[in-house]
């Protein structure tokens, strides 16, 4: 059993820098990750999206959903230890590569059988499992561990959530991190999350206001501080 499970959506920018996060952490602590899904667009199916959310968001969390549908495929195929490199070659090719216009047609793009595909590629999987986008026959598989996700932290969470020491240790939801660390703060950083989340009773520390990542995707580099949004539930959502 994996020493971590990380439950993410591809499309979420923030569950992304808490991976790479997570992979400083685990390469110098020797943690083996088991990742995990866990659908933005299931998560909010309760919701209206033309009226709760930017008009963006329909088509972005969509887009996730027919990427987490491949990585089903890839872990039913391939085996587990081949969701890591997809999600690592999804999130290089979401928001590595430049600049992405912040629209619905943008986002939907990320979900394309052709973006699929190339993701596959770049880790050095099976091309042909792009199909698996429109094939909602994973939904299910998905839903499951989305439910799966949400029971250990409760419903009114986003992602990442992360599971430490399965299946009695503590699970959180995020950290959400805008900036990444050197490998010397990514390992203290890990020990205070950890250790406060672990406390007995602990339930939430908080503040809404967050800067957008350090990411290409929202053209902010390295060193530089992204624009400061005030975000609630987890997202940019227009209304409660």
Known sequence: MAELNFYFDPVCPFA????????????QRSYS???????LRMLNAHLDYATHFPPEYDASHTAGLRLLRVAAAVRAECGRAAVGPLYEALGEQNFESGLVEDTAE????HGTRSAAAAALSRAGLPAELAEAVDDAQWDAEIQRETDEALSLTGKDVGTPILHFRPPEGV????PVISRLPSDEEAVELWDHVVGLAAFPGFAELKRSLREMPQLPSFGVAAGETGKEQDWHGGSRRLKK
């Open 33 to 39: 990750v088991d990742w995990r899904f866990i659908s």
């Open 16 to 27: 992304w820098m808490t991976s790479k996060w997570v992979r400083q952490v685990a390469s």
């Open 106 to 109: 943008a986002r939907a793009a």
């Open 171 to 174: 699970a959180f939801f995020g």
